[in-house]
């Protein structure tokens, strides 16, 4: 990721920037749903006594923000490279 980010600012590629960004997306939402997992599979507890299931879609929404954001961004360079090459 860090390889193709840098190559594409060197080369100004918008096409490696933004596959870099997506092999970012990746690694960060597979740490964010392993991350999920295991929160979501500890047993009840006094403060929680029907478990923390719901983690899962806290992580999930994390994960889709993350893309959106980045899918916005990628969109709006996009723009700015094709109007202003």
């Known amino acids: 990721m860090i390889f193709k980010i ?3 600012i060197i080369s100004n590629s918008i096409d490696f ?3 870099g960004v997506n092999n970012l997306t990746d690694a960060f939402s597979s740490i964010v ?7 979501a ?3 009840p507890d006094k ?7 719901q983690i899962d879609y806290i992580s999930s929404v994390v ?3 993350f893309i959106l954001f980045a899918g916005l961004t ?3 360079e996009s723009f ?3 109007f202003h090459p």
């Open 63 to 65: 994960i889709a923000l």
């Open 41 to 43: 599979n500890r047993k």
């Open 33 to 39: 749903t392993i991350l999920g997992i295991i929160l």
């Open 47 to 53: 403060k929680h006594p029907y478990g923390y299931g």
């Open 80 to 82: 700015d490279k094709i």
């Open 17 to 19: 920037i933004l596959d």
């Open 6 to 8: 840098t190559i594409g």
């Open 74 to 76: 990628s969109l709006r």
